[in-house]
T-cell receptor, first 112, second 115 residues
Framework: TQLLEQSPQFLSIQEGENLTVYCNSSSVFSSLQWYRQEPGEGPVLLVTVVTGGEVKKLKRLTFQFGDARKDSSLHITAAQPGDTGLYLCAGGNSGGYQKVTFGIGTKLQVIP | EPEVTQTPSHQVTQMGQEVILRCVPISNHLYFYWYRQILGQKVEFLVSFYNNEISEKSEIFDDQFSVERPDGSNFTLKIRSTKLEDSAMYFC?????????????FGPGTRLLVL
């Protein structure tokens, strides 16, 4: 069974601070997605990374896939209250018909 | 921007009743999925569907569950005889082909409450 551990599970920071959340596994994934989920809604895709060592930027968000494709990080620069939400990482296996394994998520609160 | 849609948004049913959850995946996608999320827990895979057949299913997806693509646009999840523990958010997802296979796009979910 593949597992994805996310840390921290809860994070409360002040507006303007930087933060990093982590997603780790003992298993290798062919791809890793980061989603953001609002209460009562479905996960909304932020980014997909597929190559070991890959770094992608989305405005103030920087995503990195580990060299061994077992871990990933999400770094947010100068957090804003609008960044508040649940951030989920999800690992996929090669072949699009196969399941995606989700982590439990990091619940981020950015205080104005 | 194309999106996955799901109906109904909320469903309340009595234990033992059958429910059908409906999804319209993104139109040119080939792979379809159902996930569920019990309140406060992680999103869990139920089943994947490709080329009109199940390609993978989890241990959660027992004989009470079935999926169908009755026409060219809809993808349904049926729970034959609901149990209290089936109460959860159910998400449909779809993904494309080639390099787009790696990314699954999720619908807004159906909140199912079994009484």
């Amino acid at each position: 069974t593949q597992l994805l551990e996310q840390s921290p599970q809860f994070l409360s920071i002040q507006e303007g601070e930087n933060l990093t959340v982590y997603c780790n596994s003992s298993s290798v994934f062919s791809s890793l997605q980061w989603y953001r989920q609002e209460p009562g809604e479905g996960p909304v895709l932020l980014v997909t990374v597929v190559t070991g060592g890959e770094v992608k930027k989305l405005k103030r968000l920087t995503f990195q896939f580990g060299d061994a494709r077992k871990d990933s990080s999400l770094h947010i620069t100068a957090a804003q209250p609008g960044d508040t939400g649940l951030y989920l990482c999800a690992g996929g296996n090669s072949g699009g018909y196969q399941k995606v394994t989700f982590g439990i998520g990091t619940k981020l609160q950015v205080i104005p | 921007e194309p999106e996955v849609t799901q109906t109904p948004s909320h469903q309340v049913t009595q234990m033992g009743q059958e429910v059908i959850l409906r999804c319209v995946p993104i139109s040119n996608h080939l792979y379809f999925y159902w996930y569920r999320q019990i309140l406060g827990q992680k999103v869990e895979f139920l089943v994947s569907f490709y080329n009109n057949e199940i390609s993978e299913k989890s241990e959660i997806f027992d004989d009470q569950f079935s999926v169908e693509r009755p026409d060219g646009s809809n993808f349904t999840l049926k729970i034959r005889s609901t149990k209290l523990e089936d109460s959860a958010m159910y998400f449909c997802a779809s993904s494309g082909w080639g390099s787009e296979q790696e990314t699954q796009y999720f619908g807004p979910g159906t909140r199912l409450l079994v009484l």
